[in-house]
């Protein structure tokens, strides 16, 4: 099918449904057209969040955002604020509650943002266009797009297809970003971030399923790199939860020599750990140490750490010296897990890296090689932590193009 449109939409992610309905209201008198590879609109979306959908967090600042140059993003954060993306999300019926500062729907359910923005999509008259993969893409008076069955002439285009994150059936394939690309745009290394690390499995295996609140400090070849303090979740495979999601980016962005050490105590040094430790052992000295951490530490994590540091279960706490609860202390306060890997893109929940920034106009979103083309959310070089912070720069970066687009279509008049 042939379609002549003011505004192309190309992907029906968070970062597209927004930036079409900020562009539809900025001016409704424009053709704005969403072109969706899947069969549906908001699919990676409706995942979010473990289905509840983290849309925002109360404490965005630059720190919490990454890329080659993270302050890009800055101008769109702060102009599309916490109030502003509370506001738009009010006026689409969505009602925002917090968990500590993490912003959820008010339904907890990620569907109802996916329906909420589908309905304010077609309440403004916006055309969506599923099934259709954009495969060419050309700049001759405006652009023309083409997938094996549809062409689409524009006389401007907003690109916010996404990367690799979640996979061909929830996600993007990552072939706009190829095309774009293959016609010079230059990119920025592309890793999986926000996804389970693969850990050396002796100890991970024995522990899978507990739930630890923790230290997480990611080290290379013995030096810390980045900590994070949270939930650390132990699976067969590794390690995962929002603290290792945090620290997952930079082991994916290099080859080798990573580990991760989890501070079960982190708020109390070693020392006194052991002296604690101590004073448990005279307390309890007759009972065996399968039973020895009951009361103050997973049980099953209790037993774990005291093998791994080389003690028989079946012997009574009195038999342990106060070296050996220094020994104890010390590993509590530096469990060490050698990193093998990640679960890969399908797993990740954001990609870091993408089509470089250097490129666009961080006040409009528009490129610097081709007037008219605009770009949003995680087909850039930004990404940010766990916790909303993703989203939040769909949602501002979707508006900002909008903004920037309906600027440039009122200036071509």
Known sequence: MNYKVDVAVIGGGASGLVAAICTKRNNPDL?????????????????????RCNITNKDINLSRFHGENPTFAEFALKKYNLDA????????????????????????QAGSVVDCLRFECDRLGIVTVCGCKIKEISFKNGFTLASDTDRI?????????????????????????????EIGYETVKLS??????????????????????????????GKPIRSELGEVLFCDY??????????????????????????????????????????????LKDRHLEEFFTGMLNKRLGQVVLKHCGYKLSDKAEALTKDDCKKIAFTLKALAFKIT???????????????????????????????????????????????????AWCWASGMLAAEGCTEYLRGLK
């Open 238 to 283: 590794g390690l995962s939860g929002p603290a290792i999601m945090n620290l997952s980016r930079d082991a994916a962005r290099a080859d080798s020599g990573f580990s991760v050490v989890l501070d079960l105590y982190p708020l109390t040094d070693t020392k006194a750990l052991a002296e604690t430790i101590y004073q448990r052992r005279q307390t």
């Open 153 to 181: 002439e524009a006389k401007s285009v907003i690109c916010s297809t996404g990367l690799y994150s979640g996979g061909e059936k929830l996600g993007s394939d990552g072939s706009f970003f190829r095309l774009l690309k």
């Open 31 to 51: 053709s704005v057209y969403i072109f969706e590879g899947l069969d549906r609109v908001g699919k990676k979306l409706i995942t979010t969040g473990n289905g």
């Open 192 to 221: 999986p971030s926000i996804v389970q690390l693969k850990t050396e499995t002796e100890l991970v295996r024995q522990l899978k399923g507990i739930k630890i609140d923790t230290k997480a400090t990611l080290m290379q070849n």
């Open 85 to 108: 993306i509370r506001s738009f999300f009010n006026s689409v019926g969505i009602e925002l509650i917090f968990e500590n500062d993490k912003g959820f729907p008010a339904s907890l």
């Open 341 to 391: 890997g990640n679960n890969g893109f399908v797993n990740s929940q954001v990609t870091a890296g993408g089509i470089s920034t250097d490129q666009f106009d961080n006040k409009t979103m528009m490129s610097k090689k081709h007037k008219g083309l605009f770009a949003s959310g995680e087909l850039l070089d930004i990404d940010g932590d766990c916790g909303g912070f993703n989203l």
